[in-house]
């Protein structure tokens, strides 16, 4: 590796380290450009047109604040529903900092490329640790896919989320075969 490209690398890396330096807002996680939020140890359901639907860790679901009956099964899928969500946000976490990870191995193997000249070894370490971040989103990848097939059974059984039904367009085989089955 030339030693400009191992500046502007190092320059580069540089920035991504400090710009993950901010302490981030954990508390609150957005799915399908903010049409799912969960906050508060609730997810939130924002589609236009519609009062917003809030599901709690127990399976409660309310539209504009108001309770909706539902039965136990709708219980379960409204739980896996929020299961999903929580566990997009802590694998988004994982993912984040097994990416800061890779910055900082970067940031190190330059430093040891340009005290000895072999930039070589800074390729196999980052790829080895970047495959880390990559089975970490894969991990997100599996929980959209949860959060659908909760959301299509619920569009079924539950007349009043109907609405709430096309937020989220997780396609299972879009995810198997670009991120699942990858070589």
Known sequence: MSHPRLIALTAALCGLVAACGNAPDWSSTTIANGAITLRHEQVTLHTSGVPEAV???SGDFTIDGKAVAITPDQRKQLQRYYQG????????IATGKAGVAVAGAALSGIADAISSGDGDQIDKHVSAKAELVEQKARKICLDLVEIKAAQDALATQLPAFKPYAGLLQADDDDCKSTVINRP
């Open 55 to 57: 599901i709690t860790a």
């Open 85 to 92: 969500a929580l566990a997009v946000r802590e694998h988004g």
